[in-house]
């Protein structure tokens, strides 16, 4: 009797080990994300153009050491220029004007070595979204990149979309929340962990923003500006810690017109 009470309890002992380490395993799985308009590369910036500023963005960057980065406003010379120094990150996403290499891209760069990609794509924010195309009352092109990627410890699956609105057309912006809510509904099923990040150009209180939040979580942070027109929202998944971060160059001035947002969650 004694030695079957003791294979019973090791036995409880065991599947209490194991049942702990699976979940300590699960609940470790976190994952940061920035999304950053860094500001398109313009000769006229005078003290801010980009070759003063990329390497306070690099450097950002590579302290946060994010899982996935969402940039906006991103030009062909910089992407190439980021990448040559992102070694732990691959990206997607192409740029706006052909659907290729030119004009503004919206990128997403995702830790290699923690995700894999299983699909990617890009779609125009217009009545044509396959198309390259300007939507509605738009003054030009403007997209939304995203891919689907595989967590390589536990398998897990997320879905990532990065997008930059119009900055003038009010009809564009509201139709772009449509398009994008339309996209995500006819990819991913509801139990899906999805994140959003990008330059919305709307304010907390605009319609658009109050329908993606009745869909996502969008997280609420403190910033020491008045305006917040960069978000990441998030379906799905648990929040942690979301703050703006304020970077400036080696002289004092800051390394773009926007903060970057910083989330870090659970998966």
Partial sequence: MFLIFMKKLLFIILLSVLSSFNY????SQKIKIISYNIRYNNPNDGKDIWENRRSAIVNFVLEQNPDFLGLQEVTQDQLLYLSSKFSNYNYL??????????????PIYYNKFNYNLILSNTFWL??????????????????????LFTHNESGIKVWVFNTHFDHIGEIAREKSVDLILSKIKELTQNKDRVIITGDFNLMDDSKPIKKLQKSFNDFVINSISEKR???????????????HGHIKTNNGRWASDHHPVISVLKL
């Fill in 93 to 106: 996403g192409v740029g706006r004007d052909d659907g290729k290499s030119k004009g503004e891209y919206s």
């Fill in 126 to 147: 217009s009545e044509t979204p396959k198309n390259i195309s300007v939507g509605w009352d738009a003054s030009m092109e403007r997209i939304c990149t995203y891919g």
């Fill in 229 to 243: 027109i960069d978000y990441i929202f998030q379906k799905n998944l648990i929040l942690i810690n979301s703050t």
């Fill in 24 to 27: 300590n395993n699960f609940i």
